[in-house]
């Protein structure tokens, strides 16, 4: 593993009533003018935060500079967190992105994004101005099918809690601690009705995507990630890689070294312009099928 320096940031935000975003940027070359360098943003999924799943473990290994941060009301990034809010997550990205752009001048290369991290990073990339150096994005777990949510036990317990309560309680672990969020009718509605369906027609069409998905998983049907492959294989000079990962989970567990072996071996072929058409790419095989 290279030696790099961390720096733990809290970037200012301009629009949310917050103290700031928390964050961990990394640096290979801290001695080195960051002007004009290349960077890559770590986006976590729901109730997630920036060192959990392989997001510490993929920022200590890429062979450029990194910035993982916690959304709002995730692990150390303070604010309320709700189930629909995926405006206040975009809103949080631009404040992060703006930020190393404007006080470090970065230029933002690539976007890797777990879960309801990669539905961010997908909208953001598909918007906004100052994702415009963006030419890699790296999906995984995305989910596309968002009204899938409403089916399971799970959704059943939900919807329970919602029409005798008014609510329901979730409680996770973040950080090894537990963490009880409250989830309301309203945030699951804005939830299944966030658009995925932009990109079909506003994803970059020079952006270089794979996409990695547990065949095991029980969170978001591997289906959507096939979903993913047609919309975003049907673009050029941008690519598409679908690599199903098999045994593995929605977080891909015990299986965290593995995914960062194939985000820089997928990295590596984009590094080199080896990325000529879009495919699928199957585990313990090199190169496409």
């Known amino acids: 593993m290279t030696d790099r320096f961390s720096t733990k940031l809290v970037i200012p935000h301009p629009t949310a009533p917050i103290p700031g975003i928390i964050g961990i940027l990394e640096q290979l070359e801290p001695e080195k003018s960051t002007q004009g360098r290349k960077i890559a943003l770590i986006l976590h999924g729901a109730m997630g935060h920036k060192d959990y799943l392989f997001q510490r473990r993929l920022a200590q290994r890429l062979p450029l500079d990194s910035f993982r941060f916690d959304f709002r009301g995730n692990h150390e990034t303070p604010g309320t967190w709700s189930q629909g809010g995926f405006a206040d997550d975009v809103e949080d990205l631009s404040a992060a992105a703006n930020y190393l752009q404007g006080v470090y001048g970065y230029v933002i290369a690539a976007v890797v994004g777990h879960s309801r991290g990669s539905l961010v990073g997908m909208r953001w990339i598909s918007t906004s101005p100052a994702a415009r150096d963006v030419t890699a994005f790296i999906n995984a777990s995305g989910r596309y099918r968002m009204a ?36 309301y009718p309203a945030g699951q509605d804005l939830f299944v009705n966030w658009d995925t369906s932009f990109v079909w027609d506003s994803f970059p069409a020079n952006i270089h995507a794979l996409t990695l998905h ?49 985000i820089l071996e997928w990295w590596n072929l984009y590094e080199r312009g080896e990325l000529k058409s879009s495919g699928l790419w199957m585990t313990g095989v090199r190169g496409k099928l």
Do not use: C
Request: charged residues 25%; without cysteine; hydrophobic residues 35%.
């Open 148 to 183: 899938k949510i409403l089916e399971g036990p799970a959704a059943k317990a939900r919807q329970d809690a919602f029409a005798r309560d008014g609510f329901y309680d979730w409680t996770t672990t973040v950080a090894r601690k537990p963490v009880t969020v409250r989830m």
């Open 214 to 262: 547990g065949l095991s998983d029980e969170t978001v049907p591997p289906y959507d990630a096939h979903i993913y492959a047609r919309a975003l294989g049907a673009r050029s000079p941008g690519t598409h890689t679908l690599h199903m990962v098999e045994d593995a989970d929605h977080n891909f567990t015990g299986r965290q070294d593995q995914v960062v072996d194939y």
